[in-house]
């Protein structure tokens, strides 16, 4: 055995081949020498372990292996991919892509200093805020808003701050769980509120609310109901009501939206969801909303309404904590500044591109895209065009599909494992594809593939299962 060892090179005899020292040339000493060390602690290991010392030996094996540790260790970990499992703002992959002007003013951002906390008309400190709230306050008709790092902590903060050891109510229908761990119950217990549930899981009454309400309670609460929808016998209370009734007891009335949107998506064929102008129209006193869901831009959360609230907010030093940098603030004013021109925004707002695709320019992706993966597939398995239902994602209007196309990818011997062998391979491409397995095939979603030629470009690299790569 330990001849055996003796077999692989030392680390400094290992270092001066010139295969290795190309990498040193490439990489830099300090990292080309840490892959060495650590490929001949593994090789030692396999060689324990019973492997061949001469094969692993050689100069060309070891070297590769070298290369192989290197090239994965300064390779993104957060990479490009397809997205065509079929939901559009999809939370694990990302949620928004960004728009072109929105994407040029964050490298901007990021490559030089910036006005950031500096006012450059009195050369004194500045608020970063300012860059977002004006146009926030135009476009929702609220007095006054601030923002932080996603839509829980701004529904954190807003507890925190107005509802700190008292109670909030808030509707037994609407004690949402948002995917990762985002529960109403939760926040609130962190954010130091006390949660009084009012009503029933289907039907709450304004009297519900009213007779609810005591010295000991800070604020009324409504939470969009983001992914699911309680169908049937249901009743829950109108925001006009309930702001009528919080603002009959001194009490604020905040509406957490999930989404947000500012536009109406109805002008576009897509079910209605309530923006947030609507829902300060009808009382709310605040709202809060997320950055990268319909509204299509960065990861944010957006606190908007009565200027006294706002004020009190900006105040808590959690806001220090949870304040946005300089990248998304460049990426939300960015993003907001495309809907001062709605007209424009169906096209330049990939979210909003994409939920709107015509169902003919689906078709013909998939006629470009389903003809080559037959190729690649051979009799390997049927590839075939269907009809196929996408789905807007991250909780908005979760129950709405949209008609779209898919390439269905069927096993023709149907042994087990194949499909998800496949599904894997798929998620090997250099740029990994996601798709989805449903009814024995795999299934490819196109709403969301709007560069099918790199799509198809990359195809030649599958590693179909079960065949032997030359
Ligand atoms: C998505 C969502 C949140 C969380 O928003 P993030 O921006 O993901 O933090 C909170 N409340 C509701 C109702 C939501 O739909």
Not at 198 to 216: I, M, P, Y
């Amino acid at each position: 055995m330990s001849a055996d060892f003796k077999k692989l090179p030392a680390l400094d005899r290992l270092l001066a081949w010139p295969q290795v020292k190309a990498l040193t040339a490439a990489y830099g000493e300090t990292a080309a020498k840490d892959a060495a060390r650590a490929m001949l602690a593994t090789a030692r290991d396999e060689i324990a372990k019973g492997a061949n010392a001469d094969d692993l030996a050689k100069p060309a094996i070891l070297g590769q292996r070298i290369e192989a540790l290197l090239a994965a260790r300064f390779s993104p970990s957060l990479r490009p991919v397809f997205n065509l499992t079929g939901t559009v703002i999809h939370t694990n992959l990302g949620r928004a892509i960004m728009p072109e002007s929105v994407i040029a003013e964050v490298a901007a951002a990021a490559a030089q200093p910036t006005n950031l906390e500096f006012d450059l008309a009195t050369g004194r400190r500045g608020d970063r805020d300012s860059h977002v709230e004006a146009q926030i306050c135009r476009l929702t008709g609220a007095e006054a808003a601030t923002v932080v790092n996603n839509n829980a902590a701004a529904v954190l903060l807003v507890l925190n701050t107005l509802a700190r050891r008292k109670e909030v109510l808030v509707s037994r229908g609407e004690l949402v769980e948002i995917g990762g761990a985002f529960r109403i119950p939760d926040v609130m217990a962190r954010a130091g509120a006390k949660l009084h549930e009012v009503g029933t899981t289907n039907r709450t009454h304004l009297k519900d609310f009213a007779e609810a309400v005591s010295d000991r309670v800070a604020l009324v609460m409504k939470i969009h109901t983001s992914n699911y929808e309680v169908q049937g016998f249901t009743k829950a209370v109108p925001e006009a009501e309930l702001a009528a009734l919080s603002h009959n007891h001194g009490l604020p009335f905040v509406v957490d939206l999930g989404s947000g949107m500012l536009v109406d998506l109805a002008q576009w064929g897509l079910p209605h969801e309530r923006t947030a102008q609507e829902t300060l129209a009808d009382g709310a006193d605040l709202v809060t909303f997320s950055g990268d869901k319909l509204l299509g831009g960065p990861q944010a959360g957006i606190i908007a309404g009565r200027a006294d609230l706002v004020a009190k907010i900006k105040k808590n030093p959690m806001k220090r904590a949870l304040r946005l940098d300089k990248l998304v603030i460049a990426a939300l004013s960015a993003t907001l500044r495309l809907y001062e021109a709605p007209e424009r925004l169906q096209q330049e707002v990939p979210v909003l591109r994409l939920l709107t695709r015509p169902l003919e320019e689906i078709d013909a992706v998939a006629d470009e895209v389903a003809p080559a993966l037959a190729d690649v597939f051979g009799d390997a398995a049927r590839v075939e065009t269907s009809a196929c239902n996408s789905q807007i994602g991250s909780g908005a209007l979760p129950v709405d599909l949209l008609p779209s196309r898919a390439v269905v990818i069927h096993p023709t011997s149907g042994k087990g494992g194949w499909l998800n062998r496949l599904a894997a391979a798929f998620r090997a491409l250099p740029v990994p594809v996601i798709g989805r397995i449903s009814d024995g095939a795999l299934w490819l979603d196109l709403r969301c593939l709007e560069d099918a030629a790199g799509f198809i470009s990359q195809l030649g690299e599958l590693n179909l299962p079960g065949r032997k790569r030359s």
